[in-house]
Structure formats: structure tokens, C-alpha cells
């Protein structure tokens, strides 16, 4: 079946530093994926998305690009700020189906 | 353009007790997905509704159920509820276009406590 797996929280950094949270995908045919951020009491919005292999998705300075020989999609961002602390999500979708399949999520705390 | 809708935002029940839930998608969308966020599940995907059909449905016992009506609106039920059932229910809609892919927007959800 499908699945998602991502990295353990929670990660810790300092404000300006760099941010790598991995994840990687089990899959049947070619889903789409995506990194979703959740703020503490609300829902989930749609950080970035890349649909098909080698698409590099990018929003608000973060960036993923969709690997489909590592089957990973790593979401990375250059400069973190303490407004970036949140959880994060990554998840897949199979084309035609409305059904989102989760990472356990990773929370980031970033400290000025 | 107005965001999804869920009401209400916080619900607290008792065990045994059943509990409905609303969610109002995005005007012009279709289709409506139900997920469950618990601290040790995670996300976890219930349902899925599609012009007044259930399309989807994820790994839950009978006891959750759902319905959409003809203006997409949707509502899920939770009958006997249980300590379990604790959660962040999120609901999600997009137009539901099997084609191609589509984004699903969420909800702020709904905080049900069960004591």
C-alpha cells in the first residue's frame, strides 16, 4: 500500500539557519506529492506540491523536488524564520483518487 | 473567495454519545474528504463524498458514517462514541476531478473531546 515516511521531531534551530526535513514515499503508479504546514490550532494549508518526476515544488522559500529514484521529495528551506515554527506534513496522492495519505508530521521550532 | 467551513469548532461528549459534525466546501467544489488527526494515528483518512455519493472510504468502523447534500455540503456521524474518538477532525474539499489532480483545501476543523 501507500505510505509516508518522515523524519522525527522535533527540529530545533536557531533563526537564519538551514532546514532540511526528509521524507520518503512507498507508491503504486506515479502519485503527487506535497508538504502541508499546520499552525498550532488551525488546519492544514498547502505549503508546495509536485506532480510528476524531477518537478521542483517552491512557496515562501521553502522548496521539494520530486525524486522518483530515491522516491523522496526533502523539503528544504535556505534561511528558517521563528514565524516558520510549525508542523509539517508530508503526503502523496495517487492520481484519481481524493485520498491524501500522511507523513507522522514533524514539528519545527526555530528560536530567535 | 470564501474558505471550507466546519462547524462547530469545539465539541465535548460524553461516552456512548453520538455527535454530528458539518463542513461546508468551497463554493463551486464537489467533492469533500474527511480526515482524523490524533496524537498517536496521525492524519488519518475517513471518507470521501462526491455529488451526494461516498466515493472513498478509509479504514473505520461502521460507527463513523457520513453524508453530502445536493449543495455539497457534508456532515459526518459518529455514533457510540468511545475515549478514542478524541480528535481534530478535518474535512477537505476540491472539484473532485478524477482526471487530473486537483488540490484539496482544508478546514480549520473540528476539536471533539470525548469523557
Known amino acids: 500500500g501507500n505510505s509516508v515516511t518522515q523524519m522525527e521531531g522535533p527540529v530545533t534551530l536557531s533563526e537564519e539557519a538551514f532546514l532540511t526535513i526528509n521524507c520518503t514515499y512507498t507508491?503504486?503508479?506515479?502519485?503527487?506529492l506535497f508538504w502541508y504546514v499546520q499552525y498550532p490550532g488551525e488546519g492544514l494549508q498547502l505549503l508546495l506540491k509536485?506532480?510528476?518526476?524531477?518537478d521542483k515544488g517552491s512557496n515562501k522559500g521553502f522548496e521539494a523536488t520530486y525524486r522518483k529514484e530515491t522516491t523522496s521529495f526533502h523539503l528544504e528551506k535556505g534561511s528558517v524564520q521563528v514565524s516558520d515554527s510549525a508542523v509539517y506534513f508530508c503526503a502523496l496522492m495517487n492520481t484519481g483518487f481524493q485520498k491524501l495519505v500522511f507523513g507522522t508530521g514533524t514539528r519545527l521550532l526555530v528560536s530567535p | 473567495k470564501a474558505g471550507v467551513t466546519q462547524t462547530p469548532r469545539y465539541l465535548i461528549k460524553t461516552r456512548g454519545q453520538q455527535v454530528t459534525l458539518s463542513c461546508s466546501p468551497i463554493s463551486g467544489h464537489r467533492s469533500v474528504s474527511w480526515y482524523q488527526q490524533t496524537p498517536g494515528q496521525g492524519l488519518q483518512f475517513l471518507f470521501e463524498?462526491?455529488?451526494?455519493?461516498?466515493?472513498n472510504k478509509g479504514n473505520f468502523p461502521g460507527r463513523f458514517s457520513g453524508r453530502q447534500f445536493s449543495n455539497s455540503r457534508s456532515e459526518m456521524n459518529v455514533s457510540t462514541l468511545e475515549l478514542g474518538d478524541s480528535a481534530l477532525y478535518l474535512c477537505a474539499s476540491s472539484s473532485g476531478d478524477r482526471s487530473s489532480y486537483n488540490e484539496q483545501f482544508f478546514g480549520p476543523g473540528t476539536r471533539l473531546t470525548v469523557l
Open positions: 463524498y462526491f455529488s451526494e455519493t461516498q466515493r
Open positions: 507508491a503504486t503508479g506515479y502519485p503527487s
Open positions: 509536485a506532480t510528476k518526476a524531477d
